[in-house]
């Protein structure tokens, strides 16, 4: 079984300033990553798959980047909205086609 | 509008039953893998199961393996979650979840998976 860690978890980060969330699998997934945002009380939306290819509608200040085991999710310029947790995903190629979710990464206001 | 609605959640005593529904509408619902995800309160996201656009393929998290059972029915739009031998740790916000599909173009190809479409969750309580 692969096993996500993100780090930390709670960043706390002032509006308009870079946020930088990190995400480690416990063995190699390649590009099978995803970023996903979760506000309270709301589903989580989709920011990044493949690692790296932001999703439908995301803004251009989110980014993601790595391969392999080590990951990151990069917000510029942090706006209020972005104030949430975010949750990396892995998935297995198959057989089985499952996925893993890391424990979250809280981004806090400073 | 693409969207997803779960139904079905509620309070069960342990070692109960219930069937949630995940109904599907603005798109092909048939085309796509679809997955239960949930949350307990307070904690992170756990993938639950999964089921492959024709039923042939289902997929669950050791955890709830031989008492939950995803199953679909296209002609109606339809995902299902039967959960039996229901536990403490089972409570959660449930939600149904869209398997979305991006071609990997460069070697050695393949796809990206993931979700991109959720439904707002039902809440299963598990409690006597």
């Known amino acids: 079984e692969i096993v996500m860690t993100q780090s930390p978890a709670t960043l706390s980060v002032s509006p308009g300033e870079r946020a930088t969330l990190s995400c480690r699998a416990s063995?190699?997934?390649?590009?099978?990553l995803a970023w996903y945002q979760q506000k309270p009380g709301q589903a989580p939306r989709l920011l990044i798959y493949?690692?790296?290819t932001r999703a439908t509608g995301i803004p251009a200040r989110f980014s993601g980047s790595g391969s392999g085991t080590e990951f990151t999710l990069t917000i510029s310029s942090l706006q209020s909205e972005d104030f949430a947790v975010y949750y990396c995903q892995q998935y297995n190629n198959w057989p089985p086609k499952m996925y893993t979710f890391g424990q979250g990464t809280k981004l806090e206001i400073k | 509008e693409v969207q997803l609605v779960e139904s079905g959640g509620g309070l069960v005593q342990p070692g109960g039953s219930l069937r949630l529904s995940c109904a599907a509408s603005?798109?092909?619902?048939?085309?796509?893998?679809m997955s239960w995800v949930r949350q307990a309160p307070g904690k992170g996201l756990e993938w639950v199961a999964n089921?492959?656009?024709?039923?042939?393929?289902?997929y669950y998290v050791d955890s709830v393996k031989g008492r939950f059972t995803i199953s679909r029915d296209n002609a109606k739009n339809s995902l299902y979650l039967q959960m039996n031998s229901l536990r403490a740790e089972d409570t959660a916000v449930y939600y149904c979840?869209?398997?979305?599909?991006?071609?990997?173009?460069?070697?050695?190809?393949?796809?990206?998976?993931?979700?991109?479409?959720w439904g707002k969750g039902t809440t299963v309580t598990v409690s006597s």
């Open positions: 603005g798109f092909t619902f048939s085309s796509y893998w």
């Open positions: 493949g690692a790296s």
């Open positions: 089921i492959k656009q024709d039923g042939s393929e289902k």
């Open positions: 979840a869209r398997e979305g599909s991006t071609m990997i173009v460069v070697p050695p190809g393949g796809y990206y998976y993931y979700m991109d479409v």
């Open positions: 063995q190699s997934v390649s590009s099978n």
